[in-house]
């Protein structure tokens, strides 16, 4: 078929879309009592299961468009573009600006509703230049990431001799051979969750012993060369010392040579600075309600990244597929009951800095918001999604996720991702977070391997009918989801 016939094909398809939801404008509610706020069902099971089920057409019909039909790729070129023209955009630079100003352009241009920006302070720091040598037993280049937050060596840098250790066990041991000297962690990768304690407190452990400086091993379960940086945290009463993420192999090699008695000394180098917090903003936009305008569900990701790679995978993904879900939502002419929220973070890479304000300026409206919803951990292949909450929503929406079986992707896990959404579901908001195939996510991870290429159109496509399914018809549902109350 030419590529005329391709398009009348389409817009064939898109006619059948739109024809369909509007018939079921038509049929008749679901019969019965609603289901209260607070868990007790004066509906049965069946009666959600029922209504739930009533929405299979409009289901299959987000599928169709955003993984064949006129919307397929989209997520994924718009990111594309994004990315190559913005790059990284570290909290409190000139590239996040740049981000959040183009951001609110795209959504006003893609007729989203109440397209706004809510201002925020985020931290600024800059790593400087940076150098790291291993000058004995012989001269080699060390890669080196400066850790966010770490302070600078002096301007002529650090000359020191190395040592090495597998834990904080082992450099709380050997505390009287550290002192003077850098440390050297070559911990093992086990889980990013357990594993990220030495990049966030190594610096400070390595300081309590009297270490000039820490170079940790970054925290990725494979490397070609790469360092990895993130976020570290400094103890008041302990000294600052400069801190670098270095790449798995020269951890490797370090560790070698000290096993074998070999005397290691390095040269450091870095001339990061913190400067006073900066302004910066959160990005919004909505389908507005039909029925419950002020109740909410929220999708979302964060546009800030680190200034390394183009944070494609963390979090362009994640932001781009929670865009996807309304403007899926809008080119088929749906508007459920309650407003649907898109809501970009800044300052996630600090700790969720920007959210935190978020939830402090709307928390006052907490029992409108219906569920959160943020996906954080890439965008590769959707295995189901992650939910926090009571048995009885856990129950719907588990129902929800059996109209995703066109596309396989029906799992429930135990427990809702994202530092962002955390603040609510603290408080017994419904969490949910997209559960993807993360075996390589720790591969690019807060490094200059963090780009498009990592990026699959095929799956992003499939990443947004789930998110966007599962937004819309928790948003269109008579009751909100039942929650627990603090």
Known sequence: MNKSGHLWERKEKKMKYLFLIFFMN?????????????????????????????????????IDLAVHGEAQNRSYERLAVFADTIGPRLSGSKNLDAAIKYMFSALQEDRLENVHLE??????????????????????SIAILGLGN?????????????????????????????????VVYNQPFITYGE??????????????????????????SFSIHSPHTGWQNYQPGVPQIPTACISVEDAEMMSRMSLRGTKI?????????????????????EIVGSKYPEQIVLVSGHLDSWDVGQGAMDDGGGAFISWEALS???????????????????????????????????????????????????????????????????????????????????????????????????????????????????????????????????????????????SYVIADMEEMLPRRYN
């Open 265 to 285: 000394v390095v040269y450091l180098k870095m001339g990061a600075k913190t400067y006073p917090d900066s302004s910066s903003l959160n990005t919004v936009a």
């Open 195 to 220: 594993t990220v304690q030495y990049r966030s407190q190594g610096a400070v452990e390595a300081a309590k012993v009297g270490a000039v400086a820490s170079l940790i091993r970054s925290i990725a």
């Open 119 to 140: 201002p925020v302070k985020v931290p600024h720091w800059e790593r400087g230049e940076e150098f790291a040598m291993m000058l004995e037993p012989r001269n080699h």
């Open 328 to 470: 899926l939502v809008k080119d088929l002419g749906l508007r459920p009951k309650r407003t649907l929220r898109l809501v970009l973070w800044t300052g996630e890479e600090q700790g969720g800095v920007g959210a935190e304000q978020y939830y402090q300026l709307h928390k006052e409206n907490i029992s409108n918001f219906d569920i959160v919803m943020e996906s954080d951990e890439g965008t590769f292949k959707p295995m189901g999604l992650g939910f926090t909450g009571t048995d009885e929503a856990r129950d719907i929406v588990k129902e929800i996720m059996t109209l995703l079986l066109p596309i396989n992707v029906t799992n429930i896990y135990d427990t809702a991702e994202g530092i962002d959404i955390d603040y609510w579901m603290r408080d017994g908001v419904p969490g949910a977070s997209l559960h993807d195939d993360i075996s390589k996510y720790f591969w690019f991870h807060h490094s200059h391997g963090d780009t498009m290429t990592v990026q699959d159109p095929n799956q992003m496509n499939l990443c947004a009918a789930v998110w966007t399914v599962v």
């Open 26 to 62: 038509f049929l008749p509610p679901c019969a019965g009592k609603s289901l209260s706020r607070d868990g007790n069902y004066s509906k049965t099971f069946e009666d959600i299961k029922k209504e739930i089920g009533g929405y299979s057409n409009i289901a299959k019909a987000i």
């Open 150 to 182: 770490s302070v600078a060596t002096p301007p002529e840098g650090i000359t020191a001799e190395v040592i090495v250790v597998a834990s904080f066990d082992e450099l709380h041991r050997r505390a009287q051979e550290a002192k003077g000297k850098v």
